[in-house]
């Protein structure tokens, strides 16, 4: 079992509507990433943080997500409100340092109705 | 921009080798990861190539050619669990070394 802690594991929730999900990285690791997952497809960044400071959000669509990381160790992904789109696996991932392998987590299933 | 191209299937038999390679091009490269993925399960780390060469890790091995942009996953002895995805992923190094992951490679080990 992966070591990065995310949960839900699964979500189902109607478009319009808020969702959040959290992850804890392996403890002592700096760099904490969230990824979006399609099926089929490989993982898409979404958001990196060193710390607590977000290194790269260029990819996050900012009117509706939204990543924190307040005290530089857990995170929590949050998108209001969701759309049929949003349907994918979100996956949490941690390093030591940003030039270190990532370590992922099992991700959240998200199901848009 | 950058472009990562992977084959999206192959099939092989269990206890035969296997080869999934791995183009790019990118700017800032700073490195290539393989990770393995199992339907519905995490994205596991497998081997990190910065240098041009082979890094040989038991049954996987994974190549390196900067110049021509490329790369491979070997895999000897195939096993049935060996039945996963397997994701390229390019560091860029002039991008906070973000990872951009190709679409992956479903690889299917008959018996």
């Given at each position: 079992?992966?070591e990065v802690?995310?949960?839900?594991?699964?979500?189902?929730t109607?478009?319009?509507?808020?969702v959040?999900?959290?992850c804890?990285?392996i403890?002592?690791?700096?760099?904490l990433?969230w990824?979006?997952?399609?099926?089929?497809?490989?993982?898409?960044?979404?958001?990196?943080?060193q710390?607590?400071?977000?290194?790269?959000?260029?990819?996050?669509?900012?009117?509706?997500?939204?990543?924190?990381?307040?005290?530089?160790v857990?995170?929590?992904?949050?998108?209001?409100?969701a759309?049929l789109?949003?349907?994918a696996?979100?996956?949490?991932?941690?390093?030591?340092?940003?030039?270190?392998?990532?370590?992922?987590?099992?991700?959240?299933?998200?199901?848009i109705? | 921009?950058q472009?990562?191209?992977?084959?999206?299937?192959?099939?092989?038999?269990?206890?035969a080798?296997?080869?999934i390679?791995?183009?790019?091009?990118?700017s800032?490269?700073?490195?290539?990861?393989?990770?393995?993925?199992?339907?519905?399960?995490?994205p596991?780390?497998?081997?990190?190539?910065?240098?041009?060469?082979?890094?040989?890790?038991g049954?996987?091995?994974?190549?390196?050619s900067?110049?021509?942009?490329?790369?491979?996953?070997?895999l000897?002895?195939?096993?049935?669990?060996?039945?996963?995805s397997?994701?390229c992923?390019?560091?860029?190094?002039?991008a906070?070394n973000?990872?951009?992951?190709?679409?992956?490679?479903?690889?299917m080990?008959?018996?």
């Open positions: 079992e992966a802690a995310q949960s839900p594991r699964y979500k189902i109607e478009k319009s509507q808020a959040a999900f959290w804890d990285p403890s002592g690791h700096a760099t990433y990824y979006r997952q399609i099926l089929g497809q490989g993982p898409e960044l979404l958001v990196q943080f710390d607590e400071s977000v290194v790269d959000d260029s990819q996050l669509p900012k009117d509706r997500f939204s990543a924190e990381r307040l005290k530089g857990d995170s929590t992904l949050k998108i209001q409100p759309e789109g949003d349907s696996m979100y996956l949490c991932a941690s390093s030591v340092r940003d030039n270190q392998p990532q370590h992922f987590g099992d991700g959240t299933r998200l199901s109705l | 921009g472009n990562i191209d992977q084959p999206t299937e192959m099939t092989a038999t269990e206890g080798i296997v080869q390679n791995c183009t790019y091009q990118t800032g490269f700073n490195g290539l990861f393989w990770y393995q993925q199992h339907a519905g399960e995490a596991t780390f497998l081997s990190y190539n910065v240098l041009d060469g082979l890094e040989e890790k049954r996987f091995s994974s190549f390196l900067r110049s021509k942009g490329y790369s491979y996953l070997l000897k002895e195939l096993q049935m669990k060996d039945s996963a397997y994701l992923a390019v560091k860029r190094g002039n906070g973000m990872l951009t992951f190709g679409g992956g490679t479903r690889l080990v008959k018996p």
